[in-house]
């Protein structure tokens, strides 16, 4: 089955564009990025913006959209069994030259995780970016990385966001 992606989180003000791969399952149910409760992105935000995310998902994303942070996927349609990145197949990418033509004062790129940043890197690539600055930072996925294995030490390599937006 195809799945589809969600509509990009972005506006004017946004100059920090957070990518992620492509919504899990419970996150395209509820039509909603990182929907499942056991992500660690909201928590991730709530450190960074330096208050606690609201509960009601349209607040959310406009509580992202005050601090200037966006999101969107790599991914806008793929095929894939269950949640994990490693089932994704025959992927297309989102159109990121018309995202980045109607808002190119988007300055950051941050990439949740290596799925994200190699989809991005194949399918659209960096030069697109120009002279906006990208990083790749662990995934907020709740299964433990290669080398981040908690929840803190996902928040100290994801402060860099805090110093983009000051």
Not at 151 to 165: F, G, M, N
Request: proline content about 6%.
């Amino acid at each position: 089955m195809r799945e589809q992606s969600l509509a990009p989180v972005v506006d004017k003000n946004t100059a920090v564009l957070v990518i992620g791969s492509m919504p899990g399952v419970q996150s395209l149910e509820k039509q909603q990025y990182y929907g499942n409760p056991r992500n660690h992105f909201w928590l991730i935000m709530s450190d960074i913006i330096g208050e606690p995310a609201p509960i009601d998902y349209k607040e959310r994303l406009d509580w992202l959209l005050a601090n200037r942070i966006g999101l969107w996927d790599a991914i806008a349609s793929c095929e894939r069994k269950g949640s994990l990145d490693s089932n994704i197949r025959n992927e297309v990418p989102n159109d990121f030259f018309a995202l980045f033509t109607r808002y190119p004062q988007i300055t950051h790129i941050v990439f949740n995780g290596a799925k994200a940043e190699s989809v991005f890197i194949k399918k659209v690539g960096l030069s697109l970016l120009g002279e906006r600055q990208h990083i790749r930072m662990p995934s907020t996925s709740p299964v433990p990385g290669r080398y981040i294995k908690t929840i803190a030490q996902k928040i100290e390599h994801w402060q860099i966001i805090r110093e983009w937006l000051l």
